[in-house]
């Protein structure tokens, strides 16, 4: 079964240029959670998907958005980068997710963000 | 607020026992899970508790106690490759993780 698929894996940008990160899930997985991570701060919760529907969202501003298509990949948006952006982005599939589940986390190796 | 506590980092020697300790406050409690990261690639998971008690698989092993709020990760016979970063994540009143910021475990021969 393959597991979590992000691309790109590493990503260059500039300051006040958008990106978009994908996310395909491990098949059977409708639920896909994207978190921040960087060093120190540990893993910060952006937001969950559930069958196309955003069911639970973190602290981050407006910039950042994302969407999940039938299919149940998923891609994230940061638009107007700034330095601290820089990060390592993960998604993480699985079977449930979201309110009333404690399915575990498979999660992607992630697509490393430099903001320069 | 919601808070994680871990030790930032813990050395051990190969063949030893380590333990690794998380203290949380969280808007309610579901549940707690462990999970491994190596360096540069993706967390995986170790082991969840939502009652007291010690869970054992193989040389890994986590406690909880949900009135003292507190939780600890066990392995035994240590290996080379159980360096990396432990990461301790609890699951607050509307299923949501809160994570800690992690704990990194340098094996020594």
């Known amino acids: 079964k393959a597991g979590v698929t992000q691309t790109p894996r590493y990503l260059i940008k500039t300051r006040g240029q958008q990106v978009t990160l994908s996310c395909s899930p491990i098949?059977?997985?409708?639920?896909v959670s994207w978190y921040q991570q960087t060093p120190g701060q540990g893993l910060q919760f952006l937001f969950e998907y559930f069958s196309e529907t955003q069911r639970n969202k973190g602290n981050f501003p407006g910039r950042f958005s994302g969407r999940q298509f039938s299919n149940s990949r998923s891609e994230m948006n940061v638009s107007t980068l700034e330095l601290g952006d820089s990060a390592l982005y993960l998604c993480?599939?699985?079977?449930?997710?979201?309110?009333?589940?404690?399915?575990?986390?498979?999660f992607g190796n992630g697509t490393r963000l430099t903001v320069t | 607020g919601q808070n994680i506590d871990q030790p930032t980092e813990m050395t051990a020697t190969e063949g030893a026992i380590v333990q690794i300790n998380c203290t949380y406050q969280?808007?309610?409690?579901?549940?707690l899970f462990w999970y491994q990261q190596h360096a540069g690639e993706a967390p995986t998971f170790l082991s969840y508790?939502?009652l007291d008690g010690l869970e054992e698989k193989g040389r890994f092993s986590s406690f909880l106690s949900r009135s003292k709020g507190y939780s600890y990760l066990l392995l035994k016979e240590l290996q080379m490759k159980d360096s990396a970063s432990y990461l301790c994540a609890v699951s607050d009143s509307n299923y949501q993780l809160i994570w800690g910021a992690g704990t990194k475990l340098i094996i020594k021969p």
């Open positions: 969280t808007s309610g409690f579901n549940g």
């Open positions: 508790n939502v």
């Open positions: 993480a599939s699985s079977l449930a997710g979201g309110f009333g589940s404690n399915s575990p986390l498979h």
């Open positions: 098949s059977g997985h409708r639920s």
